[in-house]
């Protein structure tokens, strides 16, 4: 892998001309904000405009963002955009329907404009936030094991998540119940292998490989 | 990597990774499948979490002591809970609770657990209606049952003062058999209350903003449900174009401007044409009624949703529907659409103006331009070809002109070789005075040198503005031939022959013709010209005529030339020369019966011609062909054309540019019976002879192009017609002249070919303004705009502009009827329009006075008996649009036993009496069933 070698996505991101830096941004965090925004409770449609306000705010922000990881970690950075757009979208329905569109585009970068707080919290949404991130990685992870490993494998391995006993597996597929936990032995350390990297990257902002 | 990396305390806590490989598996699943599976919640088992809505999280549970399968609806703990929301389930409950319908989920009851508040309803094994879209596939016909079926729950809920007030795709779910069922009136307050309050103060805007109305968005008046229609019509606006009204465009407050300041696009405007081509009878009606319950203001909405419902319905049958523009009383177009007949004969009538022309030239005028235009926008592939062919064009033009001119002066120079030729035989034969010797003398040496001069002052390579062209200088040199020798008669016959054939070679046929047909006239003025002077006139006449197309006077001309130079008896001759010139007149005129006995005798006469010209007798027995489609009796038409085929042909006749007319001909009078057969390749063969004879671009090719392209569209077949007719127009362009009856033709022929692909709108302009230039140039009683009258009005019906097509049927029908009688198609056509137009306008008594009366008169004709049971067909479907059903079933039964004993049920009105039976029958059917 040449990640290091790779420009930091953040400092694509930043000088804003960078259409494929863009792209590559969206395609990473778009599912993680459309879940969250599910997991606040909107409505699909909804939910889509979340994302969307979201995501253009952010790349308000991020352009000329100056990276200090001391003010915190980027995740919680995300956590409070995504957070703040649904609560600002929820006001702003709340007040009237319609007021939305540039002044809760404004609303929302404002935060992005002071982007590192650490005043995070524990409230509920930060939670949701914290549960849906990992799911992201969870998947993202998966993802990567479904392509990468032998596909029996993988599928007694999701047939162990669909909540199959080892017995039953191990019979199904004519294996030992020692050979199937060495391939739950093998995802888990391929999995956490997986999240260790994405989440580093996620934190120093390297583009994926 | 740069270096080894291991994730924090809180993330592998949070990952699950500091548990036991076992625990780390149920962790894994809990987070990815959600955390509550396999849970109770109260008495609830839960089963699966089935999504989340703007309500709380859903979930699939069991009631154990029932086993009973309900759905719960969550509102989970923590931050979503609050007073509001449970005060607005428990509002839903009690409302919703209300509602027993098979359309509507049914709600259980309300229950707080711990401190969660549970919504209990029956649970549904289906689908969300975006997802059942997107993995069925539905047809059509099975979206719009199920929007009638969701209408059905609405308005129930409606009648029960419930409103849903955030209707969509997902609240909207379809089980395995199909059937829907609207959830979530969640949102649904009752009607009663105070809304607006309500909404605005503690509930906040909760819709769904593709869906909701313009009033919801704007919150600009209290809500009704009428708010529920408009979001049931975006509905059905998607469930039909795959797309909502709006959905391009971006952000809410850009949604709510455009919802509230433009108009919706109409559902026709925004349809595949994959998916309009698959709905019943077209889509138009159908946008016209979603547009009405898109409408902005909720009063020009419908009533209901199940009046909406309702028109729907009335559509998908095929009737009148209420939507429709709002200076029009009554909406009635769906006539046209029923009632094939009209369809039928309508396109039966276009056709006709095809053969018409002996030439098709028109003008080069700013109307054939845009028409141009238009019909570039057909495919890029034509747009190419027509660039292609514009540029051969200017190129041959350049090139005909330089051509030309090179040709001009060698005949100038022929011209007065000539000229002192005759000066000098004059001179020589001394026939009459000297003066007359010595004037024609003069008269020669005078025309040279006006030509010379002429010519010298023309430079064809000179396209400046103000210098001549070849065609103004021989125009000039005609001028000065009349001025320069009124005196000398001979001298100046002589000369307009050269000059008739120069502007021939230009391609300026019809002034050729009109020269020479002036030099013929003029001989036959002076009391001695010389036979061969006469000859050559008639001569140049009949070539000039052959070039036009007009094979049979071009005949007569020609034998009389013949004649006169072998001193054969030519009285015979004269006169049919005399007689089919008057029938052309004639039939210029709309006097087709005047024009049929003339040809009559002239075939008498030329079939007793000593020795017989079997080139006239031909021709004349074609040209009857023609005159006789025009007169609406296809089947005598035909045995004309095909007599005409099996005279024994001239020598070198053979294959020549005249049988290929006669094809043509025939194909045409086949085409007007519905054999649609053998025309193909009788018009296929006519025109590689005639592409061989002339060319690919000439106006002779004109009229064969355009009936193979009548022929397509007969057939179904439009993208064969599109490059048939754009030849047309190239052509008719090409040969840019002022031929009135040939622009006219073109723009019918380009009408029918746009209303057969239902551009109603393009066909009608077309239409009504070839009928207007038709009028103009043959008067109101002509063929040709009685035909476009009769199209104009039906394409108006069809347009749902009934008054103006009303009107147009009550003036026309009775000139057709005096001018063209009543057998002719046009006239019953007309007839049974007004019949239909009156009936829909709800004056029953006349619609049935004006079918029964020609009923009455036609039932005399056993050869009419199809036309007689068409109109008999229409009469059973206005006895059952009057709600006479005993006589509309006695009427179709009537149709059904003549049908029995004809002989070609497929020809003639046949199928459109059929049809009209069928439907009544059905009708009748329908009604019982009920």
Known sequence: MSESTHPSLLVRLRDGQDEEAWRDFCSRYRNLFLRYAEARGLQPTDCEDVVQIALISLSRALRGFEYDPSRGRFRNYLGRVAANTVNAYQAASARRPFPLSDALLESVAEVGGEPMSTAAGTSEADALWEQEWMRHHYELALSTVRKKFDPRSVEVFEQLLSGASVAELATRYDMTSQAIHKVKQGIRDRLRRLIVDQIHREETYEAHG | ?930
């Not at chain 2, 313009?214 to 809500?223: G, V």
């Not at chain 2, 009635?332 to 094939?340: D, E, F, H």
């Not at chain 2, 005949?555 to 009389?560: F, G, R, V």
């Not at chain 2, 009408?751 to 109101?780: C, I, T």
């Open chain 2, 1 to 930: 990597m740069a270096e080894p990396l291991d994730l924090s305390y809180e993330d592998e806590q949070l990952f699950g990774l500091h548990l036991a490989l076992d625990d780390w598996v149920g962790h894994l699943r809990s987070q990815l499948e959600g955390p509550r599976e396999n849970r109770f919640l109260g008495e609830y088992q839960i089963v699966k979490e089935v999504g989340r809505g703007s309500q709380g999280v859903v979930y699939r549970a069991i009631q154990p002591g029932t086993q009973r399968e309900v759905a719960l609806k969550f509102v989970s703990g923590g931050h979503q809970a609050g007073e509001s929301s449970h005060r607005r389930l428990a509002r839903e409950v009690e409302i919703a609770a209300t509602l027993d319908h098979p359309y509507v989920v049914t709600v259980h009851g309300f229950e707080t657990i711990g401190e969660h508040s549970i919504l209990v309803m029956e649970w549904v094994d289906g689908r969300s209606l975006d997802q059942w879209i997107r993995e069925e596939h539905p047809s059509t016909q099975t979206r719009i049952e199920l929007f009638l079926q969701l209408a059905d729950g609405l308005h129930h809920a409606h009648s029960h003062g419930v409103l849903h007030r955030d209707l969509k795709p997902s609240n909207v779910l379809v089980d395995r058999s199909g059937r829907p069922r609207i959830v979530d009136f969640g949102l649904a307050l009752l009607e009663d209350c105070d809304t607006r309050l309500t909404r605005s103060t503690e509930l906040g805007f909760v819709g769904t903003l593709a869906y909701a109305s313009p009033e919801q968005l704007e919150e600009s008046s209290p809500l009704d449900a009428r708010s529920d229609q408009y979001s049931l019509a975006v509905l059905l606006f998607e469930l039909l174009a795959d797309r909502r009204p709006f959905q391009d465009i971006q952000g809410l407050a850009a949604l709510a401007r455009a919802t509230s300041e433009s108009r919706a696009p109409l559902l026709s405007a925004v349809m595949t044409n994959e998916r309009a081509s698959r709905l019943p009878g077209g889509f138009r009606d159908l946008s016209l009624i979603i547009a009405k319950a898109l409408e902005r203001s909720p009063a020009s909405r419908y009533s209901s949703v199940s009046a909406f419902a309702e028109d729907v319905e009335r559509w998908r049958r095929g009737f009148a529907v209420l939507a429709r523009r709002p200076r029009t009383t009554y909406l009635l177009s769906k006539w046209a659409q029923r009632n094939r007949l009209l369809a039928g004969t309508l396109l039966l009538f276009v056709g006709f103006l095809i053969s018409f022309a002996a030439v098709i030239t028109v003008q080069n005028s700013r109307v054939e331009q845009q028409r141009q235009e238009a019909l570039a926008g057909w495919s890029a592939e034509s747009t190419a070809r027509q660039r292609a062919l514009d540029a051969q064009r200017e190129a041959e033009e350049a090139r005909t002109a330089a051509l030309a001119l090179a040709e001009s002066e060698r005949e100038s120079r022929r011209l007065a070789e000539e000229l002192r030729e005759i000066a000098v035989a004059s001179e020589a034969a001394a026939v009459a005075s000297e003066g007359r010797a010595r004037s024609e003398a003069a008269a020669a040496d005078e025309m040279v040198e006006i030509l010379l001069e002429i010519f010298l002052a023309a430079r064809p390579s000179d396209r400046s503005p103000g210098s001549m062209t070849v065609g103004e200088v021989l125009d000039a040199a005609s001028a000065r031939i009349d001025t320069n020798f009124a005196n000398d008669p001979l001298a100046n016959v002589r000369l307009t022959i050269t000059m008739a054939r120069v502007q021939g070679w230009l391609g300026r046929t019809k002034i050729a013709r009109d020269l020479s047909e002036r030099a013929v006239s003029q001989c036959l003025e002076i009391a001695d010209a010389p036979v061969a002077v006469v000859a050559q006139a008639r001569r140049e006449f009949a070539r000039q005529l052959f070039n036009l197309g007009d094979y049979q006077l071009s005949a007569t001309q020609l034998e009389l030339a013949e004649s006169l130079l072998s001193g054969r008896e030519s009285t015979a001759l004269e006169r049919i020369a005399q007689w089919t010139l008057e029938s052309k007149q004639a039939l210029f005129q709309g006097e087709l019966k005047r024009a049929e006995a003339l040809l009559l005798e002239s075939l008498e006469l030329a079939r007793a011609l000593d020795p017989p010209s079997s080139r006239v007798e031909r021709l004349i027995r074609s040209d009857l062909g023609f005159v006789v489609v025009l007169l609406g009796r296809f089947a005598d038409a035909e045995t004309w054309y095909r007599s005409a085929l099996d005279v024994e042909p001239a020598e070198g006749e053979n294959g020549s540019a005249a049988f290929a007319g006669v094809m043509a001909g025939l194909a045409n009078a086949l085409v007007r019976q519905g054999k649609l057969t053998e025309p193909e390749e009788l018009l296929t063969r006519a025109l590689s002879i005639q592409e061989a004879r002339f060319g690919k671009e000439h106006p002779k090719l004109a009229p064969t192009l355009a009936s193979l392209a009548q022929l397509k569209i007969r057939l179904d077949d439009p993208a064969a017609a599109g490059p048939l007719i754009q030849r047309v127009v190239s052509i008719t362009r090409t040969f840019s002249s002022s031929d009135q009856a040939a622009l006219v033709n073109a723009i019918g022929l380009q009408a029918n070919f746009e209303r057969s692909r239902g551009n109603l709108e393009v066909a009608w302009e077309l239409y009504e303004e070839g009928f207007h230039k038709a009028r103009e140039h043959f008067g109101q009683a002509h063929v040709t705009t009685l035909g476009l009258a009769l199209n104009t009005g039906l394409v108006l019906l069809e347009l749902e502009e009934t008054e103006e097509s009303l009107d147009l049927f009550e003036e026309y029908t009775p000139i057709a009827r005096e001018a063209l009688g009543l057998r002719h198609p046009i006239v019953a056509g007309m007839i049974a329009n007004l019949g239909g137009v009156r009936s829909r306008v709800g004056r029953f008594d006349e619609a049935l006075a004006v079918l029964n009366e020609a009923m009455t008169k036609l039932g005399r004709f056993p050869s009419s008996e199809d036309m007689f049971v068409g109109l008999l067909g229409m009469r059973a479907e206005v006895h059952w649009e009057q709600g006479d059903r005993s006589k509309a079933r006695a009427d179709a039964l009537e149709v059904r036993r003549r049908l029995k004993s004809c002989s070609d049920p497929a020809a003639g009105w046949w199928p459109h009496a059929r049809d009209s039976a069928d439907r009544v029958f059905e009708f009748l059917e329908e009604e019982s069933l009920r």
